[in-house]
């Protein structure tokens, strides 16, 4: 089983939908969960870090699991600048951040 | 959050030959990574540069086909050798900052073809 899985998309929403990602993780010592994306052809930016007890940020909600070893994105009123693919983070051991595969976005006119 | 800059941004390079990709930050970090991102995939770490001491390298990944230097904590170099069709990928050097040194903050990449 891969340590953070991801369903890989496309998500294909038209503007203005309410869209949401989910990750799963596998190490149960994993200490800290972030959401990145990533623009086609540019390098991972961070989001969002993933508290325990859930966080928003403007549109977006990030909510945590532990139990479950879930963690979600919901993305509120999608705008078409939402387009790109979205990648869950799992920080294990300290410092070692584990990637998922990402999910890809699609924000339709 | 940290600046990062790489060099050469892009390349096309012959098989058999090496490519060293250099990153260079604007302030201080501890922690540096190296990692590889394959057409349609995620981020794959390499290593993780070390200064002053030889990286520490994943699963999958050795210091003979992937030779990185770390001489200050504001520089790294990633060494791409022997290369393969196989190597054609984007490289990204990253280092953790933040308040609580938790975000990683990535540089451009280097996209790398391997003919």
């Known amino acids: 089983r891969k340590e953070v899985e991801q369903d890989p998309g496309p998500f294909n929403v038209p503007e203005g939908a309410t869209v949401a990602f989910n990750c799963t993780y596998s190490?149960?010592?994993?200490?800290?969960f972030f959401w990145y994306r990533q623009d086609c052809r540019k390098e991972p930016k961070l989001l969002m870090s993933?508290?325990?007890s859930g966080n928003e940020d403007g549109r977006f909600t990030a909510q945590l699991n532990r139990a479950s070893q879930y963690i979600s994105l919901l993305i509120r009123d999608s705008k078409l600048s939402d387009s790109a693919t979205y990648l869950c983070?799992?920080?294990?051991?300290?410092?070692?951040?584990?990637f998922g595969p990402g999910t890809r976005l699609s924000v339709l006119p | 959050s940290a600046v990062i800059s790489q060099k050469p941004s892009r390349d096309i390079c012959q098989r058999g030959t090496s490519l060293t990709i250099q990153c260079q930050v604007d302030?201080?970090?501890?922690?540096m990574f190296w990692y590889r991102q394959q057409p349609g995939q995620s981020l794959t770490l390499i290593a993780t540069?070390?200064?002053?001491?030889?990286?520490?390298?994943e699963s999958g990944f050795v210091i003979d086909k992937f030779p990185i230097s770390r001489p200050n904590l504001t520089f790294s170099t990633l060494t791409v050798s022997n290369m393969s069709p196989e190597d054609s990928s984007i490289y990204l050097c990253?280092?953790?900052?933040?308040?609580?040194?938790?975000?990683?903050?990535f540089g451009p990449g280097t996209r790398l073809l391997v003919l």
């Open positions: 540069a070390n200064q002053g001491s030889e990286a520490t390298y």
């Open positions: 983070v799992v920080n294990i051991y300290g410092q070692n951040f584990v």
């Open positions: 190490n149960s010592a994993s200490q800290s």
């Open positions: 990253s280092v953790v900052g933040g308040t609580g040194q938790e975000t990683q903050y």
């Open positions: 302030s201080q970090v501890t922690m």
């Open positions: 993933v508290y325990s």
